[in-house]
């Protein structure tokens, strides 16, 4: 079964404290991944599309990236708009129903 | 260019009871995917409707149904609601299956 993952659960950074949240992926038949973000009690928000191992997007202070097995979101600098929940999720052969992990809470502090 | 809109926003129904939940989408788009979020967690695809037929359908009971409507604005049925059926239910709209998917704000259900 197409399952994706990510971690960690939840995330606190200092204002301009850079990180990364991952999201890995079974293996075989990815055919995009997506990160989204989502504010509470709002639906989420699209942020990247990522289709092959390699590739990488950027937008303002996020960096998305893809290898064979996972991708990354970069956070440089953040602030305290950038917390909310950051959510992956996969399609994958044979269906186009978005599959997604349980999301990274993030929390920045000014 | 107008985004996906859901109502209502806030539904408050008791277990057995029937809800319909509504979307309309995003311009240009004819596909219209649905999802249930509990709380805590990451959405769950409940089925995809192009061109008004059902285009793939997730691991929920047939008391969850749908409809697409010529405008390609949709409807998600649920009949006989149990307690675990509260949730945020989210619409999603692309142009074909295999697009980006763009969320509405969700509808907050709630069974008491």
């Known amino acids: 079964e197409d399952q994706v993952t990510q971690s960690p659960e939840a995330l606190r950074l200092q204002e301009g404290e850079s990180s990364s949240l991952n999201c890995s992926y079974t293996?075989?038949?990815?055919?995009?991944l997506f990160w989204y973000r989502q504010d509470p009690g709002k639906g989420p928000e699209f942020l990247f599309t990522l289709y092959s191992a390699g590739e990488e997007k950027e937008k303002e202070r996020l960096k998305a990236t893809l290898t064979k097995k996972e991708s990354f979101l970069h956070i440089t600098a953040p602030k305290p708009e950038d917390s909310a929940t950051y959510l992956c999720a996969g399609t994958f052969a044979g269906s186009y129903k978005l599959i997604f992990g349980s999301g990274t809470r993030l929390l920045v502090r000014p | 260019e107008t985004g996906v809109t859901q109502s209502p926003t806030h539904l408050i129904k008791t277990r057995g009871q029937q809800v319909t939940l509504r979307c309309s989408s995003q311009?240009?788009?004819?596909?219209v995917s649905w999802y249930q979020q509990a709380l805590g967690q990451g959405p769950q695809f409940i089925f995809q409707?192009?061109?008004?037929?059902?285009?793939g359908r997730g691991n929920f009971p047939p008391r969850f149904s749908g409809l697409q409507f010529p405008n390609y604005s949709s409807e998600l049925n649920v009949n006989a609601l149990e307690l675990d059926d509260s949730a945020l239910y989210l619409c999603?709209?692309?142009?074909?299956?295999?697009?980006?998917?763009?969320f509405g704000a969700g509808t907050r259900l709630s069974v008491l």
């Open positions: 999603a709209s692309s142009s074909g299956g295999a697009d980006i998917q763009y």
């Open positions: 311009s240009g788009h004819n596909t």
């Open positions: 293996v075989s038949g990815l055919r995009g």
């Open positions: 409707y192009y061109r008004e037929e059902e285009n």
